[in-house]
């Protein structure tokens, strides 16, 4: 089970116990810790006002100290708040308390997308495309009120159960880098520590350039490319060389992965990987719409739909014999 919010970190002890775990914060009661990552811890906490779970983030302390950041922080959560999107994890509170950030969130029951390729694999490409349209569509909201993710990974979206055979799973996308985009406008902590996730990581974030929604039609390319083919584009053995290959590299071919799927892709997948941001597609929309097409073609060209035998060309129908009059007078001249 993951959570809204949730910084999962592999190396963290499953069941490690937590001092705050039974203490109340900020009127949320602490229940169980389920994730930590780099700058904050996330709980399971019961809101004592409204009798509701959520989703409980602390921010690291050393954060609350920093006075530009703290004010970002602010506006950021304001603005996250405020976006009213089904794909969204909303923000329901977000503060400081005895020296302490925090954000409160829907809780989301479910797993993350990385749970779900780690014990299922490839997905397959109906239901990539389906996550992929539905992760796209809050990034696009998000851009509209100039908020940019920066950190779209597969530990960020979160997979919860749909509401029919047609919407088998309902797809949230969290941290909305409240804290990421707050630490530096060069991409970088003050530590020096790069902010955002290698695997999924723009060229422009790498270099230190500005960045601006399309950052994360990158990224979130790159987590699609890994639900088709098991991998992210740019997988290497060392953190070194996947900064060049995001930087330098060209993306692969699926097939050298997945064997079947269309050639069409790659192309898609090319722009949409583009190393200068002019060259990708203007919106995450832009770039689900086209891979999905791409997808429903059949290798070698454009996919035939099901029970329909193509026809040799040759001549056009004789018409209906009510029209042929007036086929007959527009073969005529008349």
């Given amino acids: 089970m993951t959570a809204a919010g949730g910084e999962r970190d592999a190396g963290l002890p499953a069941g490690r116990p937590s001092g705050l775990v039974g203490k109340e914060v900020a009127g949320y009661r602490v229940e169980?810790?389920?994730?930590?990552?780099?700058?904050?811890?996330?709980?399971?906490?019961r809101d004592l006002r409204l009798d509701r779970t959520v989703a409980l983030k602390l921010l690291a302390p050393e954060l609350a100290r920093n006075d530009t950041f703290r004010?970002?922080?602010?506006h950021e959560s304001r603005v996250a708040a405020s976006i009213d999107h089904p794909h969204i994890v909303p923000v329901f509170e977000a503060g400081e308390t005895e020296g302490v950030l925090y954000i409160a969130m829907r809780y989301v029951a479910g797993r993350d997308l990385a749970a779900l390729l780690a014990r299922e694999g490839p997905l397959p490409p109906v239901t990539a495309g389906r996550i992929a349209a539905?992760?796209?569509?809050?990034?696009?909201?998000?851009?509209?009120?100039?908020?940019?993710?920066r950190d779209v990974k597969p530990g960020?979206?979160?997979?919860?159960?749909?509401?029919?055979?047609?919407?088998p799973e309902h797809v949230y996308l969290t941290d909305f880098g409240l804290t990421k985009k707050s630490l530096s406008l060069t991409g970088f902590?003050?530590?020096?520590?790069?902010?955002?996730?290698?695997?999924?990581?723009?060229?422009e974030q790498i270099s230190g350039k500005p960045v601006d929604g399309r950052c994360d039609v990158?990224?979130?390319a790159c987590v699609v490319f890994e639900t088709l083919s098991g991998v992210p584009p740019f997988r290497r053995e060392t953190d070194w060389a996947v900064l060049w290959a995001q930087q330098y590299d060209p993306p692969p071919p699926l097939a050298e992965f997945r064997p079947g799927l269309p050639e069409a892709a790659d192309a898609v997948f090319a722009r949409a990987l583009a190393k200068t941001p002019e060259e990708r597609y203007g919106t995450c929309l832009e770039f689900v719409a086209e891979l999905r097409a791409a997808l429903a073609e059949e290798p070698g060209g454009p996919a035939v739909p099901t029970g329909v035998v193509p026809r040799a060309p040759g001549p056009p129908p004789e018409p209906p014999v009510w029209a042929r009059p007036v086929f007959r007078r527009l073969g005529d001249g008349s």
């Avoid at 004010?71 to 602010?74: D, E, H, T, V, W």
């Avoid at 902590?189 to 695997?199: R, S």
Wanted: aromatic share 8%.
């Fill in 134 to 149: 539905q992760v796209a569509s809050a990034l696009d909201a998000a851009h509209a009120h100039d908020l940019v993710h």
């Fill in 71 to 74: 004010k970002r922080f602010a």
């Fill in 218 to 220: 990158y990224g979130l």
């Fill in 189 to 203: 902590t003050t530590v020096g520590e790069f902010v955002g996730t290698l695997d999924y990581v723009a060229p």
């Fill in 32 to 45: 169980a810790e389920i994730g930590r990552g780099g700058m904050a811890v996330v709980y399971q906490a």
């Fill in 156 to 167: 960020n979206v979160l997979v919860a159960e749909g509401t029919d055979r047609e919407h």
